[in-house]
């Protein structure tokens, strides 16, 4: 059973930066990443790293969040910078692991205008 720890959520301005943090009790995970979905939307990628790979982004927050991970201690990061207000939404870790889907409880990141 794998289970995700997430922190770093909250609450900031226009232009500032948040750093979400996702810790795996787990390891071997083919993609680690973050998904996020907003009140009346559908969840949508973010940001995935697959081992021996590029991350992937998805177009709206290009050039302003970077996503890392650290095999060893099995956790997954995203560094946000220059966030906008419809960036507002609960964030989801998310991992895959011998073909399985695994999420977190999620967190929320609110930004205010």
């Known amino acids: 059973q794998v289970q995700l720890v997430e922190s770093g959520g909250g609450l900031v301005q226009a232009g500032e930066s948040l750093r979400l943090s996702c810790a795996a009790s787990g390891s071997l995970f083919a993609i680690m990443g973050w998904y996020r979905q907003a009140p009346g939307k559908q969840r949508e990628l973010v940001a995935t790293m697959t081992t021996g790979d590029s991350p992937n982004y998805a177009d709206s927050v290009k050039g302003r969040f970077t996503v890392s991970r650290d095999n060893a201690k099995n956790t997954i990061d995203l560094q946000m910078n220059s966030l906008k207000p419809e960036d507002t939404a609960v964030y989801y870790c998310?991992?895959?692991?011998?073909?399985?889907?695994?999420w977190g409880p999620g967190t929320q990141v609110t930004v205010s205008s």
């Open positions: 998310y991992v895959k692991r011998w073909g399985y889907d695994y």
